[in-house]
């Protein structure tokens, strides 16, 4: 695959009582569980309560790897997660990839203050047949510490499947005001210190100096205030290099703060001196494209890069460039292989003006794309005409309760497992839910092993997920020699097929082909359908 863009420069136990209610969880957007229109049980449910009866469970199919934060010997000092600022809430999203999920989030060690947002996913009573739905809430899975405390602080986190495993990840935190730097583009002047008290005002002139090798905010975490940020590095219609070494660490809006950033004039790339290792991008939304590229991508991470982590985002007005052939796209992983380590796209969103795909990954290892939502979109056809496109050499990968209503030229799933290294292994689709409009000349809404003139990938399991597709809701395409997806648990309507292709092996939880009218406009299970199915096929989280 071609790098598009600019010329780079040579060179402890039960459940988490001390967590708030849930209804207060926040995410870093301000929004609630009640802007969601969800009405939960009032304060954290009781210790056991997120575990599932046997019927609605199909077992762990990849085990638990800890995939953020990673362990403090294999990471930078300066990453995000290692820091805070005694003024700005810390707040940090734990990733496990692989696992029997809903999780239980437990802090067993933490500075007084600190707890999940949301350890468990919320319950709702169904008043009408007694059935606990367990609802996705704003906040699951997030630290927050409110006021963080001088000093360095340890802290671990237990997250347990519903088969019992549990991994633990620990890491310390040290209160250091100077390790970041501050952007207001109201209250800023390019010319202050980039303090909480004198922030920079923009990104292009303040931030980044108007200059790709200027270091004056090396390592540190930019946390930009309310407000839209113009991007480009030196001028107009140019990249920004994205390196830790040199520039800061990671990109931040302030929690509870609308930030923008106008991407017409310029996206983000990676040096060729080096890749992306511990860099997190989160709570900030992205508008507009560069209109001089062949193929848009607003992340080009180009170069083999570690532990990197887009989270609470949200992409609008993105074009896929004069060609759009090679893999446009707001995140892409391209080829510098093997392989991308420990990779995750998690709580972001395409908005309805996006054109090109969320995600897609090149020799990657350790992918987590999760909680995940596009509504309302139109992904006309290109080379990035899906949602989600782990493409290439993409192991270890689970792709687990993302939501996609709308329409996609190819797929709003797309595993096309395009292998070029020795070989490709470990995958889940899992827990996802598309409701698609698929009336264009599209394959299916969720495609497995798209790419047949490769071998497919082994030990893959494609389990829970509900389909509502004008087309094929599933196709499950293979090569000369097919390894065959284990295909489970999912509730499915396809219009033109539902589990078409013959490259699969069935699993022991029944999947169940349904009408159309047996499902809602979220994709819920609706009528009879429900009655016999709700718990045991499809995307919701339902214990009777």
């Given amino acids: 695959a071609a790098c598009d863009g600019d010329p780079a420069p040579a060179e402890d136990a039960g459940s988490d009582a001390s967590a708030p209610p849930v209804s207060d969880a926040a995410m870093p957007d301000g929004s609630t569980l009640e802007d969601a229109g969800v009405e939960p049980d009032a304060g954290p449910p009781p210790p056991g309560a997120w575990t599932l009866p046997m019927e609605a469970r199909v077992g762990q199919k990849l085990p638990m790897h800890a995939l953020y934060p990673r362990p403090d010997d294999e990471t930078s000092p300066d990453a995000y997660h290692r820091r805070a600022h005694s003024?700005?809430?810390?707040?940090?999203?734990?990733?496990?990839?692989?696992?029997?999920?809903?999780?239980?989030?437990?802090?067993?060690?933490?500075?007084?203050?600190?707890?999940?947002?949301?350890?468990?996913?919320?319950?709702?009573?169904?008043?009408?047949?007694?059935?606990?739905?367990?609802?996705?809430?704003?906040?699951?899975?997030?630290?927050?510490w409110p006021a963080p405390a001088a000093g360095s602080h340890a802290f671990r986190v237990r997250v347990t499947d519903q088969s019992g495993e549990s991994v633990e990840l620990t890491w310390e935190v040290t209160t250091d005001d100077d390790a970041f730097v501050f952007v207001d583009a109201e209250a800023g002047d390019d010319a202050a210190a980039g303090t909480w008290d004198a922030p920079l005002r923009t990104f292009a002139a303040g931030l980044w100096r108007n200059d790709d090798a200027d270091a004056t905010w090396a390592g540190r975490v930019a946390v930009f205030r309310a407000g839209r940020y113009q991007?480009?590095?030196?001028?107009?219609?140019?990249?920004?290099?994205?390196?830790?070494?040199?520039?800061?660490?990671?990109?931040?809006?302030?929690?509870?703060?609308?930030?923008?950033?106008?991407?017409?004039?310029?996206?983000?790339?990676?040096?060729?001196?080096?890749?992306?290792?511990?860099?997190?991008?989160?709570?900030?939304?992205?508008?507009?494209?560069?209109?001089?590229?062949?193929?848009?991508?607003?992340?080009?991470?180009?170069?083999?890069?570690?532990?990197?982590?887009?989270?609470?985002?949200?992409?609008?007005?993105?074009?896929?460039?004069?060609?759009?052939?090679?893999?446009?796209?707001?995140?892409a992983f391209m080829a510098d292989g093997p392989y991308h380590e420990n990779l995750a796209v998690l709580d972001s969103e395409l908005r309805a003006n996006a054109a090109a795909q969320l995600v897609v990954t090149f020799d990657s290892r350790h992918v987590l794309v999760e909680g995940n939502r596009a509504t309302g979109v139109d992904l006309q056809p290109s080379n990035g005409d899906m949602f989600i496109h782990p493409k290439d050499d993409t192991n270890d990968l689970t792709v687990r309760d993302n939501l996609f209503i709308g329409r996609a030229g190819t797929a709003a799933i797309d595993v096309s497992n395009q292998i070029t290294q020795p070989s490709a292994e470990n995958q889940e689709v899992c827990w996802n839910t598309v409701i698609y409009d698929g009336n264009q000349n599209v394959d299916a809404a969720i495609r497995m092993n798209g790419q047949t003139t490769t071998p497919d990938a082994s030990n893959v399991h494609v389990y829970r997920n509900t389909v509502v597709s004008q087309r094929r809701a599933f196709l499950f395409r293979g090569a000369p020699m097919p390894i065959p997806p284990v295909v489970e648990g999912n509730a499915y309507f396809g219009g033109e097929g539902g589990l078409a292709g013959g490259n699969r092996t069935e699993g022991p939880v029944a999947n169940v082909e349904l009408m159309e009218s047996d499902f809602d406009a979220d994709g819920a299970l609706v009528g009879e359908a429900r009655t016999m199915h709700a718990g045991v096929a499809g995307a919701e989280v339902v214990a009777r």
């Fill in 87 to 144: 003024r700005v809430p810390y707040r940090v999203r734990v990733a496990i990839q692989g696992g029997e999920w809903p999780f239980l989030y437990e802090l067993v060690e933490g500075p007084d203050g600190a707890a999940f947002v949301a350890g468990e996913l919320a319950r709702r009573e169904d008043p009408e047949t007694g059935w606990i739905e367990h609802l996705r809430t704003p906040g699951y899975g997030v630290i927050e």
């Fill in 231 to 331: 991007v480009y590095a030196a001028e107009p219609s140019t990249s920004t290099i994205l390196d830790g070494a040199v520039k800061p660490i990671a990109l931040v809006g302030h929690p509870g703060e609308a930030v923008t950033f106008d991407t017409s004039e310029g996206h983000f790339r990676t040096s060729r001196n080096g890749g992306l290792d511990d860099y997190l991008v989160a709570g900030i939304d992205f508008s507009g494209s560069r209109g001089d590229l062949g193929n848009v991508r607003i992340f080009n991470v180009t170069n083999r890069s570690e532990r990197v982590t887009f989270w609470a985002l949200s992409f609008d007005d993105t074009g896929v460039g004069g060609s759009g052939r090679d893999n446009p796209g707001c995140i």
